[in-house]
């Protein structure tokens, strides 16, 4: 199977999934596909295999014999928006359809069928745990039903066909497996696979076969019976010529149905992990089809009587090394650089295979270094550095130099070991080195390459080229395990086995070690032990990868000791803040240094491997290293020093408008998370600063994504509030509460309940009106949304009077804005439109272009109110033109007023095109209730083009995505799309429980 021509065609990184929900990922980051229409159109495009698609084929697979009248121009727009999406060359128009170049290797499905012939061509060579490996392989490929919910014929008959492909797959796997005696093993899968496929008779062939070579002879009649009568009652027939021989067999005790013990003295065949490769091969076809070095005779008498034969130094490589081909492939080439001394540098974390790739490379290139391989490690048994005079001696006297021929001086042996492989094709592999003093020496002249390992990054040296090795994907991870511990036992607990090497960060070090730690207890459930790995706030979790004198630990500490006092200061005190990224001021605050100060310790850390840096002035900990780390602490582990910690990075994200609100939501969360202790032995002032934070952060952003973090952040900090008996605190948390919960659509009871407290307090203790203001703003919100109109209108007045006192007149025109809403609501069109007048001519004096946006949104409610379609669609389009493009929250909203207009005028095919945009936005916003609204009003669209199929698939994806929220929307719209009997697992964020004052 080809897609495309080329992997160069298609931009690095791009990755398809159909083998379940469609998904994309570019560099590891997931792409927003749009529409389950679009995704639709998309599927077809990636399962055509590079192959021109016309329209009329689209059309057809999208709505089959009767599509609507704007089906092509619909289909334009989705090729517009993908080709957006994914890149002008990557969606190419060809002669009337549409071309999706993207390489095999990019789908799964591709990877499956390529896994599927490897295991067709390992069983026809005989190896049969090579084809099993293969199969396991393409099997875990899928993700659940094959283009879930997506609409149209053409995704239907998908479905089927790969159904019917798994199908086969399992069926040969089986057969493998009882090929290879495995009977026992797979007689209770196959008593579930019967039952899921009733009709399959090659299932109850194999369970047969299965249950009589376990000695089940009864067994295997019965599920003989089974079979028979299940068929008799679905369809009328009676079981095939093969089912009824093999009964036939079972009868008589056939002995051909037990396998033949092997002949005395027979070898037993090698297994699966003395042979991963076999039938592979390195190809080094890339860099060309003959070594570019060529040994002239002449070459070698630099140096003749210092010459031995060809040292072989590289030690041995694990057979099961997993992945890694594309890093592989990188420092293959740069070795392979015909001009000059290559030298390339592999750094990364402790434990991340760093010596497994660079020895694996150089036994794949021995070949091309005909004149030898010298290897050394550059640090003894206690970690400390080879001086690289030992280093030098151990290299000349590999390549033939006597003892007392090595000279004493470190310049006098870098010349002598440079004479001695002059015009010499030789490959050195230093691994774990300090620096690159260390290694300076040890570097040979033109001809030759060097492959250097380091835990830190080197200084750059004339040509040298850098690898930055990072964990493996799930993928390899799960794969690496699965070789360790075994296919049945991780077939038999998958999800505990990909929530082990998820634990495991995905680091191979720790994954072998924790394989290790199974294999050699087979009667442990991978379960039990992974449950110890999770626990966060278990110190001693790190105990569980162990094995033998090998841990994950003592890797770690290698790299630790080698850390000066203010480096090892920053590891273990930004470690046991416990908080999943670290902005650089955070850094700066935990600290205590200036913010330049600061970036040049962490940077220093990353240099060292022992910190990630996402981002610019962004750092972040692998996990276990920050268990690790966690583990040194001494006294800033304890809970004063942490609490002083927090305190100091709640003061500096105080005021700062540029504050991420995710990182303050994880910082408000564990500063909570101290308990009542939080508000008292931390001081009231900072309580203070921590209420005003996560009141600022929640008024200023507007992300789907912080929504949920800092609402957990609300919630921890409330209870900390009223520990500490501090009414202002516990007021503003009770307002940004309620707004979060207002944002994240659950009713609106529990938003009521919590700003009605605020209020209360608010009079109570005379807090400061801009809190009274925002408070009435949010009860505004709150009661509109409630069908409340007058009382809205109410609380809206009252907000625009206190931020009238306080003179922000850019505060006042939401409140108008807000008020001219509710009035219209209320049947008062003459006072809402006085309103929004008042709030347009205050906006023409600010020259502000978003509360412009909402002031022409607020005019387009108006005039739909008023029955003036055409005006409302204009003042919501003029409104998204002033919208930024981050504003995607904004420009939802907006889209949604546009896509109910155009719906109401009749304009279905302009609403679903409106509604598909708004799902885009609220998806890419993260804001699950504004998507769930917009697939239901995508639904509603659709309905009237008419396509009632695709209506109802909207309306049941957005009935699943509101019922987990605890929408009250929901409940419609499971109506509407027919999910009757469809469980949907409600989880309503947060959990909200009233708190009594």
């Given amino acids: 199977m080809a897609i495309g021509t080329s992997a160069p065609e298609a931009p690095e990184g791009l990755w398809f999934s159909v083998l379940g929900p469609l998904r994309a990922w570019r560099s590891g980051a997931e792409l927003p596909l749009g529409p389950p229409q679009q995704r639709a159109m998309l599927a077809m495009l990636l399962l055509s295999e590079g192959r021109t698609v016309s329209a009329d084929r689209l059309i057809d697979a999208l709505w089959g014999e009767e599509p609507p009248h704007a089906a092509l121009g619909t289909v334009r727009t989705y090729a517009y928006r993908l080709r957006r999406l994914l890149g002008a060359d990557v969606l190419t128009s060809e002669s009337g359809g549409y071309r999706l170049r993207v390489p095999a290797d990019r789908v799964d499905a591709a990877r499956c069928e390529a896994l599927a012939a490897e295991a067709a061509a390992r069983r026809a060579e005989g190896d049969a745990e090579g084809a099993l490996r293969a199969l396991g392989q393409a099997l875990g490929l899928w993700r659940g039903d094959v283009l879930l919910v997506l609409p149209g014929p053409y995704a239907e008959r998908q479905r089927t066909r790969w159904d019917e492909r798994k199908v086969e797959l399992l069926e040969t796997r089986l057969e493998i497996d009882l090929e290879q005696g495995r009977h026992r093993e797979v007689v209770e899968e196959l008593a579930g696979l019967t039952a899921a496929y009733p009709l399959r008779e090659r299932f109850a062939e194999l369970r047969m076969t299965a249950l009589c070579r376990s000695g089940r002879q009864a067994d295997a009649l019965k599920a003989y019976d089974e079979a028979r009568r299940v068929l008799a009652e679905e369809v009328g027939v009676d079981p095939g010529p093969a089912l009824r021989e093999l009964h036939r067999r079972v009868l008589a005790a056939d002995p051909g149905l037990v396998p033949a013990a092997p002949a005395p003295g027979t070898p037993a065949a090698p297994a699966p992990a003395d042979r991963p490769h076999a039938g592979r091969s390195f190809a080094v076809e890339p860099f060309g089809d003959r070594p570019f070095y060529d040994r002239r005779p002449g070459r070698v008498e630099t140096a003749p009587a210092l010459w031995s034969p060809a040292p072989r130094q590289l030690p041995f490589t694990a057979s099961d ?546 029955g003036d379609l055409d005006g409302a669609a204009g003042h919501f389009r003029a409104a998204l033109a002033l919208l930024r493009p981050e504003e995607r929250r904004r420009t939802g909203r907006t889209l949604m007023s546009l896509t109910h207009v155009l719906r109401t005028a009749g304009r279905a095919a302009e609403a679903a095109d409106t509604a598909a945009r708004a799902v885009e936005a609220f998806t890419a916003d993260g804001d699950q209730y504004g998507a769930g609204l917009a697939l239901a009003e995508l639904g509603h669209a659709t309905a009237r083009l008419p396509d009632p199929d695709t209506a109802r698939l909207h309306w049941s994806e957005a009935h699943v995505v509101l019922a987990r929220i605890g929408a009250p929307e929901a409940r419609s719209l499971r109506e509407l799309s027919g999910d009757h009997d469809r469980s949907v697992r409600t989880e309503p964020w947060p959990s909200w429980t009233p708190v009594r004052m």
Wanted: hydrophobic share 45%.
């Fill in 321 to 866: 090394f997993t992945g890694r081909e594309t890093e592989t492939a990188t420092v293959a080439e740069a070795l392979l650089r015909p001009d000059g001394m290559p030298v390339v540098a592999i750094s990364g974390l402790g434990g991340v295979g760093k010596t497994e790739l660079a020895v694996r490379t150089a036994h794949r290139l021995a070949d091309r270094f005909p004149d030898g391989q010298l290897h050394a490690v550059l640090h003894d048994d206690d970690g400390r550095p080879t001086p690289p005079e030992e280093t030098l001696e151990g290299f000349l006297r590999a390549l033939g130099v006597p003892a007392q021929a090595v000279p004493a001086g470190l310049a006098e042996r870098t010349a002598l070991f440079r004479s001695a492989v002059a015009g010499r094709r030789v490959l050195i592999v230093l691994d774990n080195a300090r620096d690159t003093e260390q290694i300076r020496p040890l570097l040979p002249g033109d001809g030759c390459a060097v492959l250097v390992t380091s835990r830190t990054r080197l200084d750059p040296l004339p040509g040298m080229r850098f690898v930055a090795l990072g964990v493996l994907t799930p993928e390899e991870s799960l794969e690496l395990f699965t070789r360790i511990v075994g296919a049945e036992r991780v077939a038999a607990e998958p999800e505990d086995a990909r929530r082990g090497v998820a634990a495991c960060g995905h680091l191979p070090l720790a994954i072998r070690l924790l394989a290790s730690r199974l294999a050699c207890r087979p009667a442990w459930g991978i379960g039990w032990v992974v449950d110890q790995l999770e626990d966060e706030h278990d110190r001693r979790r790190l105990d569980v990868l162990r094995s033998g004198t090998l841990d994950v630990e003592t890797t770690f500490r290698f790299s630790y000791e080698r850390l000066d006092a203010a480096q090892a200061r920053a590891f273990r005190l930004l470690a046991a803040l416990r908080l999943p990224h670290l902005p650089l001021d955070a850094v700066a605050a935990v600290l205590e240094l200036p913010r330049h100060e600061a970036e040049d310790v962490a940077e220093s850390l990353v240099d060292c491997s022992l910190l990630e840096t996402p981002a610019p002035e962004r750092y972040g900990y692998h996990g276990l290293l920050s268990a690790f780390a966690q583990g040194l602490c001494g006294p800033e582990g304890e809970p004063e020093h942490i609490r002083a910690a927090l305190g100091r990075v709640v003061r500096r994200y105080h005021g700062d408008p540029a504050a991420d609100p995710c990182d303050v939501a994880a910082v408000l969360q564990r500063y909570a998370e101290g308990g009542p202790a939080a508000g008292r032995a931390a001081g009231a002032p900072d309580l203070a600063l921590a209420a005003e934070l996560l009141l600022d952060s929640t008024l200023r952003h507007d992300c789907g994504h912080a929504t949920r973090r800092l609402g957990r952040a609300a919630l921890a900090l409330l209870g900390t509030a009223l520990a500490a008996g501090d009414p202002a605190a516990e007021a503003r948390v009770r307002l940004a509460l309620g707004r979060l919960l207002l944002e994240m659509g659950t009713a609106t009871t529990p938003a009521l309940a919590e700003l009605i407290a605020a209020r209360d307090l608010c009079v109570r203790h005379a807090l400061p009106p801009v809190v009274r203001a925002h408070t009435h703003s949010a009860l505004g919100a709150c009661f509109a949304r409630a069908g409340r109109h007058e009382d809205a209108a109410h609380a809206f007045r009252a907000a625009a009077t206190l931020h009238d006192t306080l003179g922000s007149t850019a505060a006042v025109v939401p409140e108008l804005l807000g008020l001219a809403r509710s009035l219209a609501g209320a049947g008062r069109a003459t006072d809402a439109g006085n309103a929004a007048a008042t709030a347009r001519a205050l906006c023409r004096t600010l020259n502000d272009s978003g509360l412009e946006a909402l002031a022409l949104s607020t005019l387009g409610t108006l005039a739909e109110e008023r």
